[in-house]
């Protein structure tokens, strides 16, 4: 599929075409955006089980017309016990990134789904949320076909994950799965069950935060019911940016999506004409390092940001960027690598037919988080808390801090009316893969599918890559690829379609009310409109 699609009624892009259904179904039954992204959102927790769980997190940007966007931050904080002292307790020099001890953080991502349809009262009929989780429990009750990207990881993943408590027992009960297996997830269905009877708030202040604490406790992990039952999802102002195409709208800390803003911002100011040469691909890495330079001094817990006094508004300020293009040489590339990190996440996007628009991510972090699959709900913990360092610095471990995502799901309103809700997975390339697809669509013209369906770069490490060069897929001229490495970037060619480049995904609202959608041929996804 070489050119986007379009509707009028809704639409959903989903890096599995099980959960864009959901969404549409819903949609299709008279609900609104945010309903059809619960829906969405609690099926690709079942079907894509290695990019995200129902014990991972999410955040959301959600749109309405006239209004100004609504933030909603759903990450969890670091247990009471986690300190630095509890880790040299047990012997770790470093917070283990598999295992009981790094599920260490509240899985933000149920409290986040209530607090969106909260947000969203008043759109209309309610639906129930019987409805919204409906298509996700019969997934987990009959089963899925396990996809290509979930057969490999639990292979290369196999080494580490293995002997995890749960692990094996829920996801490769026969061996190591094979495409045209099928996996069941019985207890996922039941605990799902249990939250449409109960409510949202049930994994966090009823049975099920009872049954999933003291599977925690059992386990090892520094989680207690205490830290569920403190756990709230939040409101918060969304980062912002105004460049010649329009105001970006992204999450603020601890996302990078303070990075994402930076690089479009940063980029628009160099005054690129043309996709696809050389001043496209080079200006958008070098200011992708002036971005993360940022990032990497100074993002973590907002909170400690704050007493810092570093403020990421601040950095999207005019000045700033004037300041921070200047030190952009359009010829050469600047000193790299600095120190990246991975992650494993899905974005998905979501439009009805009054205009409201949201653009969502979910992650458990690494492929399969933690590893741990609690006894009774079946529920999958992510290893957020990982990213945590246990010395001093901007992401430093304390009790009830939130750690540093590399999350960020984006927005943008545009000067000639649209909407666009936009995203990827890809840990360290998420930001550059949004520069990437809003470029080539929002300032080169490019059809919103061409636009991610071509070829993309990865500065840095990602989803399972040590490496810190820049990566580009094979599909590019190759006198572009001589042309960077004259400048002086260590070019890598990898593969036409990489999976590190991430699952990008595009929805868009025009002034008209047409709406077009965009999915990612690297993924198993569909836009399914109404």
Not at 118 to 133: D, E
Request: glycine share 12%; net charge neutral.
């Amino acid at each position: 599929m070489l050119h986007s699609l379009t509707c009028r009624g809704g639409l959903v892009s989903a890096p599995h075409h099980l959960a864009a259904q959901a969404g549409a179904a819903v949609l299709r039954e008279g609900g609104h955006a945010v309903e059809a992204m619960v829906a969405a959102a609690a099926t690709i927790a079942v079907v894509y089980p290695h990019m995200n769980s129902i014990g991972g997190d999410g955040f959301w940007l959600i749109a309405e017309p006239g209004q100004e966007p609504v933030a909603v931050r759903a990450c969890g904080a670091a247990a009471g016990l986690a300190t630095p002292g509890f880790y040299a307790e047990h012997g770790h020099t470093a917070i283990p990134t598999r295992g009981p001890r790094a599920a260490l953080t509240v899985a933000g991502a149920i409290g986040g789904w209530a607090e969106a349809l909260a947000v969203a009262q008043g759109w209309g009929r309610a639906l129930p949320l019987s409805r919204l989780l409906a298509d996700a429990i019969g997934h987990a009750r009959r089963g899925v076909p396990v996809t290509r990207s979930q057969v490999g990881l639990t292979a290369s993943k196999w080494p580490e994950l293995k002997d995890v408590s749960g692990f094996a027992e829920t996801f490769t009960p026969h061996g190591l799965p094979a495409l045209g297996d099928t996996l069941a997830q019985p207890r996922v269905a039941a605990t799902l069950e249990q939250l449409a009877r109960a409510g949202l708030d049930d994994f966090y202040r009823g049975d099920l935060a009872r049954s999933m604490a003291r599977d925690l406790t059992a386990v090892g992990s520094p989680l207690r019911l205490g830290d569920l039952q403190a756990y709230r999802a939040r409101r918060v102002a969304p980062l912002s940016v105004s460049i010649s195409a329009g105001r970006l709208y992204n999450q603020p800390p601890p996302t990078q999506g303070v990075s994402s803003l930076a690089i479009l911002a940063l980029f628009d100011r160099l005054g690129v004409r043309e996709a696809e040469g050389f001043a496209h691909v080079h200006g958008l890495v070098e200011a992708t390092k002036r971005a993360f330079v940022w990032r990497n001094a100074r993002l973590g817990d907002p909170d400690a940001m704050a007493a810092r006094g570093d403020d990421p508004q601040a950095f999207l300020g005019e000045a700033s960027l004037d300041a921070e293009a200047r030190r952009i040489d359009p010829g050469r590339a600047a000193p790299w690598p600095l120190p990246a990190v991975p992650g494993d996440t899905i974005w998905m996007g979501a439009a009805d037919a009054q205009g409201r628009v949201v653009s969502y991510i979910q992650s458990i972090y690494w492929e399969f988080g933690s590893g741990i699959v609690l006894n009774e709900s079946g529920v999958n913990w992510q290893n957020r808390g990982a990213s945590f360092t246990l010395g001093p610095g901007p992401n430093a471990l304390a009790p009830g801090r939130l750690p540093f995502h590399t999350l960020n799901p984006a927005l943008a309103r545009l000067k000639d009316g649209r909407t666009l809700a936009y995203g990827t997975m890809g840990g360290e390339g998420q930001p550059q893969t949004q520069a990437a697809v809003f470029s080539r669509h929002v300032l080169f013209g490019q059809d919103l599918q061409a636009a991610v369906s071509a070829p993309r770069w990865l500065l840095g490490r990602t989803w399972g890559e040590e490496s810190t060069n820049l990566k580009l897929e094979s599909r590019f001229d190759p006198a572009l690829i001589d042309a960077l490495r004259a400048a002086g970037h260590e070019v890598q060619v990898v593969g036409a379609y990489e999976d590190m480049m991430g699952h990008a995904g595009a929805v868009s609202v025009h002034r008209s009310g047409v709406i077009e959608g965009a999915t990612d041929p690297r993924a198993d996804g569909v836009c399914a409109g109404v």
